[in-house]
């Protein structure tokens, strides 16, 4: 939908969190509509007699699209719908379960040593639409794009980067077959002209890139080495020399919480890979640092995913101890206890303290303590962020205490 068809509208913001505040802030400032109200499910029992009444219904991400009226959907669009429908500026969008925020601030950083005028937004940036007037035809916008924004899109960019599609989010979708058809949305719209960059190794992505009518770029490796390849081949569109595509991977820090390195304390690695909320990321971390991982700490909220995949790379691996965060934690041993494996021991606990505690009490010298959940944080933790901060603070505070063997 054009800016123009904005005009004279009554126009309702479904949802008002960050998003919904920054489409709120764009329309009294660019567009003249007749009216903007502000309705929020999570606040007004009766919010759906609300949408009748209006031209237009810009909804939020947090909004899920299946507990709308079926009446007015045909109403209803969104920020990333307006903000792609209306960008001059070239924009690479990224998608993937695992990886995408990492991946979009990678190719943003080689964007930036290529000399180009690039912006990132999305869910690793700033909103999109307060953008939109400050771009031209000659800038570049790094869009990082949830299966929540996806959801119902009529528009693709024209660069799409889909890194990879696991089970998740089966709380805010009908199914999983409606998340993986949220997450193809970034390439169904494209045109021949556009860029499709995909993971060849998974199948759904595969099946996808087979019905896209862009020009195709196939990556492969890990989800923490997909970033790399992908900001190589977004660099690699725009003429950026492989010199300065090579500058800006060598100096890109990575995020916090994605496997991160928190440091080597009593000669014991601990990794915050706090981020893990699926099996495979933490399946993936465990291919990554091989070996020496002698403490596992994994467990969290429970959205129902099968464990025995993590549970069979658990027994394959030199982990000998577990430490399990509830209510996950109980279901990942139950899927363990009957496999052939390295454990020695295992513990339920609901503190961080204690399983950082316990971590450095069994792990010994020379072998790495991981945390990589395979869970959600919620229930004992507010997001990802707060558990992998507390996880890091423990590691820290007790790098030079006595704790007993």
Same mark, same amino acid.
């Given at each position: 939908?054009?800016?123009?068809? !904005?005009?004279?509208?009554?126009?309702?913001?479904?949802?008002?969190?960050?998003e919904g505040r920054d489409t709120l802030s764009f329309l009294k400032k660019h567009v003249s509509s007749?009216?903007?109200? =502000?309705?929020?499910?999570?606040?007004?029992?009766?919010?759906?007699?609300?949408? +009748?009444?209006?031209?237009?219904?810009?909804?939020?991400?947090?909004?899920?699209?299946?507990?709308?009226?079926?009446?007015?959907?045909?109403? #209803?669009?969104?920020?990333?719908?307006?903000?792609?429908?209306?960008?001059?500026?070239? #924009?690479?969008?990224?998608?993937?379960?695992?990886?995408?925020?990492?991946?979009?601030?990678?190719?943003? %950083?080689?964007?930036?040593?290529?000399?180009?005028?690039?912006?990132?937004?999305?869910?690793?940036? @700033?909103?999109?639409?307060?953008?939109? &007037?400050? !771009?031209?035809?000659?800038? #570049?916008?790094?869009?990082?794009?949830?299966?929540?924004?996806?959801?119902?899109?009529? =528009?693709?960019?024209?660069?799409? #980067?889909?890194?990879?599609?696991?089970?998740?989010?089966?709380?805010?979708?009908?199914?999983?077959?409606?998340?993986?058809?949220?997450?193809?949305?970034?390439? @169904?719209?494209?045109? &021949?002209?556009?860029?499709?960059?995909?993971?060849?190794?998974? $199948?759904?992505?595969?099946?996808?890139?087979?019905?896209?009518?862009?020009?195709?770029?196939? =990556?492969?490796? @890990?989800?923490?080495?997909?970033?790399?390849? %992908?900001?190589?081949?977004?660099?690699?569109?725009?003429?950026?020399?492989?010199? @300065?595509?090579?500058?800006?991977?060598?100096?890109?820090?990575?995020?916090?919480?994605?496997?991160?390195?928190?440091?080597?304390?009593?000669?014991?690695?601990?990794?915050?890979?706090?981020?893990?909320?699926?099996?495979?990321? %933490?399946?993936?971390?465990?291919?990554?640092?091989?070996?020496?991982?002698?403490?596992? =700490?994994?467990?969290?909220?429970?959205?129902?995913?099968?464990?025995?995949?993590?549970?069979?790379?658990?027994?394959? $691996?030199?982990?000998?101890?577990?430490?399990?965060?509830?209510?996950?934690g109980k279901r990942i041993w139950e899927s363990l206890k009957d496999k052939k494996s390295n454990i020695v021991r295992h513990f339920f606990t609901s503190s961080m303290e204690e399983a950082v505690r316990?971590?450095?009490?069994?792990?010994?010298?020379?072998?790495?303590?991981?945390?990589?959940?395979?869970?959600?944080?919620?229930?004992?933790?507010? +997001?990802?962020?707060?558990?992998?901060?507390?996880?890091?603070?423990?590691?820290?505070?007790?790098?030079?205490?006595?704790?007993?063997?």
């Open positions: 939908m054009k800016l123009k068809e !904005l005009e004279n509208k009554k126009i309702v913001i479904l949802g008002f969190g960050r007749k009216e903007i109200r =502000i309705v929020d499910p999570n606040k007004e029992k009766n919010y759906a007699k609300e949408l +009748d009444d209006c031209d237009l219904i810009i909804k939020s991400p947090g909004i899920p699209f299946k507990i709308l009226p079926q009446r007015i959907l045909k109403k #209803v669009t969104t920020q990333t719908e307006i903000f792609l429908q209306n960008c001059p500026s070239a #924009v690479v969008g990224v998608t993937g379960t695992k990886g995408k925020s990492t991946t979009a601030s990678l190719i943003y %950083a080689v964007l930036k040593k290529g000399g180009i005028k690039a912006y990132l937004v999305g869910n690793i940036g @700033k909103p999109a639409l307060s953008l939109l &007037p400050n !771009l031209k035809s000659d800038s #570049v916008v790094v869009y990082e794009m949830s299966s929540f924004q996806l959801t119902n899109l009529k =528009i693709s960019p024209k660069i799409a #980067v889909l890194l990879n599609i696991y089970k998740e989010h089966l709380d805010y979708h009908r199914s999983f077959s409606e998340y993986v058809a949220a997450k193809s949305n970034i390439a @169904k719209h494209q045109k &021949p002209s556009d860029y499709l960059i995909y993971n060849s190794k998974d $199948s759904r992505l595969k099946n996808i890139a087979q019905k896209s009518k862009a020009k195709k770029i196939p =990556i492969e490796g @890990k989800y923490y080495q997909l970033d790399t390849e %992908a900001a190589r081949r977004v660099g690699e569109i725009f003429g950026i020399s492989s010199q @300065k595509i090579e500058a800006a991977v060598k100096s890109f820090k990575p995020l916090p919480h994605r496997l991160e390195y928190v440091g080597k304390f009593k000669g014991i690695e601990f990794y915050n890979d706090s981020l893990s909320t699926i099996p495979e990321t %933490a399946i993936e971390a465990l291919d990554c640092l091989g070996d020496k991982v002698q403490t596992l =700490i994994a467990g969290g909220h429970d959205r129902g995913l099968d464990f025995e995949k993590l549970a069979k790379r658990i027994s394959r $691996s030199k982990v000998e101890t577990l430490i399990l965060f509830p209510k996950t316990l971590g450095y009490k069994h792990t010994k010298p020379g072998k790495t303590c991981l945390l990589s959940p395979s869970s959600p944080s919620f229930g004992i933790f507010k +997001d990802y962020a707060e558990r992998g901060e507390a996880f890091k603070k423990f590691v820290k505070k007790f790098k030079n205490a006595k704790i007993e063997a």
